[in-house]
């Protein structure tokens, strides 16, 4: 047997990947049902709450690319044991807050050790699996992350309800002490131990971060903050560190599937928005409506990622990246036409949700396939960034063109027209990318 064969069997670190994937990215989810209760026991006002879901997902996103090249740096065995125990760690912290600015810091301390869990993403099915099987193992990971943040926001309800809001917090416990296990028994090292990191990173982690941060905060009504966003990016790139990030990012072979990445995170526009107004507002449904709407889209995502990735392996992530965004585009394209119940609603998000399945996993194979040897790390930082960036403009897109359509049905209509123009670009990269290159 091949030493390649030999590591494409070692699938227990691709499940302590999953695992520890679905406890970060479930997080947003989970906490959310959290909230309530947080504001009446520590006294503060829904406003205030809501910075406990920005105070995890801002560091998570602002680091990600300063992670991914430091975890480029480091034994990823160590490095993974590292994020997966600060995520623990900061979770006991948060769930034991005496005071909101102690859960605030807590929660930061998860986003800041989410971003390495993510930024070890790509290294570790790298250091795993054979290239042949890597479609298979994304796809892998995405089924079970899918599947098991479908569960997580009623698991949450439920814990919330039964054992308070700090409990909520605590749940992901048990699912990183499984990681730990696997990674200690599966995961081989490489001995380049932890580097400190160096002052030039700590640089780029502030200005990136910032500029990140800023981004994100320009879509909560904070548009000026832009233009700080800006100047801090500036900085960066003149930094000697942020040549070997930007020259990747110029190369179009890793560009045009970067950039469809990030067009199609901003489809969460149409679920989180789009979808709820519509099904309150204009289908006369309730809660209960939207959550089925939300579980036929997420249904259908599942339902293929995990084929997805065999097919990815088989064909090509190129070919299945394109195929997956084709068919998002027409889900989008049938939710133009006129839809007079849930019914019609819901198999028009079926449509959507194969498409995605097909995408999501063919997008991160492909990502992984066309990196430099040695940045996967920086990879999964970009990665990370670009599709919390989408996840972040998305929403605010949409919401804006249904706003100034005057909502209800035109107003849907015209950000699902908005969302599928997105979407259409970032098939256009694609098919761009496939004919430049003959893959």
């Not at 199609?264 to 709407?293: I, N, Q, R, S």
């Not at 965004?325 to 609603?345: H, I, Q, S």
């Amino acid at each position: 047997m091949t030493q390649e064969a030999q590591v494409g069997t070692r699938w227990a670190p691709v499940v302590a990947l999953a695992v520890a994937m679905l406890a970060v990215t479930s997080e947003m989810t989970v906490a959310a049902v959290a909230l309530p209760g947080t504001g009446a026991e520590l006294d503060v006002g829904p406003s205030a709450t809501a910075w406990v879901l920005l105070a995890y997902t801002l560091p998570m996103a602002a680091v990600a690319i300063p992670a991914g090249r430091w975890v480029d740096r480091t034994d990823v065995r160590r490095a993974f044991l590292l994020a997966t125990t600060g995520v623990g760690l900061a979770s006991a912290l948060t769930a034991l807050a005496p005071a909101f600015w102690v859960l605030l810091l807590g929660r930061v301390l998860q986003g800041l050790a989410a971003s390495l869990v993510v930024a070890g993403y790509l290294p570790v099915v790298v250091a795993a699996v054979a290239p042949h099987r890597r479609g298979r193992a994304v796809g892998y990971v995405m089924t079970i992350m899918t599947v098991g943040g479908m569960a997580g926001a009623p698991l949450g309800g439920l814990v919330a309800g039964a054992f308070g809001w700090r409990a909520v917090f605590l749940l992901k416990v048990p699912l990183l002490v499984v990681v730990v296990v696997l990674v200690l028994r599966s995961v081989r090292g490489d001995g380049r131990g932890l580097p400190f990191p160096d002052r030039g990173l700590w640089l780029e982690a502030v200005l990136l971060g910032g500029a990140v941060t800023a981004v994100l905060l320009a879509f909560e009504d904070r548009p000026w903050v832009a233009l700080v966003a800006v100047a801090l990016a500036v900085l960066w790139a003149r930094l000697p560190g942020s040549r070997p990030v930007l020259e990747m990012v110029r190369h179009g072979r890793f560009a045009r599937p970067l950039v469809a990445l990030l067009v199609f995170a901003a489809l969460g526009g149409l679920m989180f928005f789009l979808v709820p107004y519509y099904v309150t507002d204009v289908l006369g449904g309730g809660p209960e409506d939207v959550g089925v709407a939300l579980l036929v889209f997420v249904g259908g995502v599942g339902a293929l990622s995990a084929v997805a990735g065999t097919l990815a392996d088989r064909y090509g992530p190129g070919l299945l990246a394109l195929v997956g965004a084709a068919v998002t585009v027409v889900g989008m394209l049938v939710l133009l036409l006129p839809v007079d119940d849930m019914g019609g609603l819901c198999w028009r998000l079926a449509v959507l949700g194969v498409g995605q399945g097909l995408f999501n996993a063919a997008i991160n194979t492909l990502l992984m396939s066309v990196a430099p040897a040695g940045a996967e790390g920086a990879v999964g930082g970009l990665s990370s960034t670009a599709r919390m960036l989408g996840a972040t403009v998305g929403p605010a897109v949409a919401a804006l063109a249904a706003d100034l359509a005057g909502n209800g049905v035109t107003g849907f209509r015209v950000g699902v027209a908005v969302l599928t123009a997105l979407a259409a670009s970032g098939t256009a990269a694609l098919a761009t990318g496939r004919r430049d290159t003959g893959r």
